[in-house]
């Protein structure tokens, strides 16, 4: 009995201790309980709190830096850079060997003909022959022949050295060294001089008025260029591509416009800018057009209201042999040729066309194209030329 009063007992305490626990607890006025703080975070040195992949420089940084400066974009159109061309003196001595290696089977060939014991009818033949074939032309050769024929007899016996003399004598003789080939190329007090390009499509004309201007460049010379090849825009594009390079401006006209305007406004613009020479490219006229031959009579008349035409240069290529013999007839009854550029030269053994062109015309080789580079067109020199065919 005693066992199970003190368990009642033990049972009553506790039951007034949980009753005092819950009365304390939600009393009024009475605090809550404070909340439960979390677990601090550890703290990490210094170098493990910066952010992954940041550098030295971002330690301690407060401030943000200026951005770099923004280099400029590359101009769109780079300026050609203006080059300085050799002066044309001696251009054509530079240049010999080319000639020689072009006219060695002609050189060759009559030395070796001439240099025979007996010369026969049969050989006179073979030397005829040679030249005709050389482009000299039919006349010409039969003066030639009978020079040498008469020399032959007088002097009886000949050396190499004496064939040579002969040969060269009446070689020189047909290219008569005397013609003037003087370029007419310097300005009358405040007007330019003007030189009108002319000839066939293909003969190599509008490169060589580039190169032309090029030349004079070298010489210390200020130049214009007129584009009146109106019919090809690339020539007009070639042109001035020509001039850029050696810092001449090139006057051009919308495509298919008129020559003759173009012609007119290059003297123009030559005579503002006081240069001293304009040179003006015409289109490359089929010469069995008569009206086109007639509009060529056109624009050297419209350029003579304004200046002087002091030289008109007829290109012809070296290469079409006789058949640039009949286009020089032909530009030369619309135009009054002055001079011949020749080019090509180098590239055929038919170097005779420089006597029979001179011949046929009147008028002398003044320039001579020996090769593609810039710098391969050279005043013709008929003592360089001869002892090119001839060799040492």
């Known amino acids: ?19 005092g626990g819950l009365f304390l607890l939600f009393r009024p006025g009475g605090k809550a309980a404070p909340p439960v703080k979390p677990p601090e975070a550890p703290v990490l040195p210094e170098e493990e709190r910066r952010p992954a992949g940041a550098g030295e420089e971002a330690e301690g940084a407060t401030t943000t830096l200026p951005p770099p400066p ?8 780079v300026e050609p850079e203006v080059e300085v061309p050799p002066p044309s003196a001696g251009r054509m001595v530079r240049l010999r060997s080319r000639l020689a290696r072009s006219q060695n089977a002609l050189g060759r060939g009559l030395l070796e003909l ?52 002969l040969l060269r004598e009446q070689l020189l003789a047909q290219i008569n060294p005397d013609l003037d080939r003087t370029l007419h ?23 060589t008025t580039g190169k032309l ?54 003297v123009a613009k030559g005579i503002e800018e006081k240069v001293d020479t304009v040179i003006v490219d015409t289109a490359g006229r089929l010469h069995t057009k008569t009206g086109l031959m007639d509009e060529l009579g056109k624009v050297k008349r419209v350029i003579e209201k304004k200046a002087t035409v002091d030289e008109v240069l007829l290109v012809l290529d070296a ?18 040729i002055t001079g ?26 003044k320039l001579v194209g020996l090769g593609e580079g810039p710098d391969d067109l050279a005043p013709f020199d008929p003592e360089v030329f001869v002892d090119a065919i001839l060799g040492e």
């Open 1 to 19: 009995m005693d066992g199970y009063l003190g368990v009642i007992v033990i049972v009553a305490v506790v039951a007034l201790l949980g009753a």
């Open 70 to 77: 923004v280099k400029p974009a590359e101009p769109l159109i």
């Open 114 to 165: 001439l240099s025979r014991d007996r010369l026969d009818d049969e050989v006179w033949d073979e030397i005829e022959e040679s030249l005709i074939t050389a482009d000299v032309g039919v006349a010409p050769t039969r003066v030639m022949v009978e020079e040498l024929r008469t020399k032959v007899k007088v002097l009886g016996s000949r050396t190499p050295q004496e064939v040579r003399a």
């Open 185 to 207: 190329v310097q300005k009358h007090g405040e007007r330019p001089a003007v030189l009108l390009v002319v000839g066939v499509n293909g003969t190599g004309k509008t490169t």
């Open 213 to 266: 201007a090029r030349s004079l460049v070298g010489d210390g010379k200020k130049v214009v260029l007129g584009a009146a090849d109106t019919f090809r825009a690339a020539a007009a594009d070639q042109l001035q591509t020509w001039g850029e390079r050696v810092g001449a401006d090139t006057v051009r006209g919308p495509e298919g416009g008129d020559p003759a305007s173009v012609a007119f406004d290059a």
């Open 319 to 336: 290469t079409t042999g006789q058949n640039g013999m009949r286009q020089a007839q032909v530009f030369a009854e619309v135009v009054n």
């Open 340 to 365: 011949i550029a020749l080019t090509k030269l180098d590239g055929t053994a038919k170097g005779g066309i420089v006597i029979s062109v001179q011949r046929e015309l009147g008028v002398p080789v």
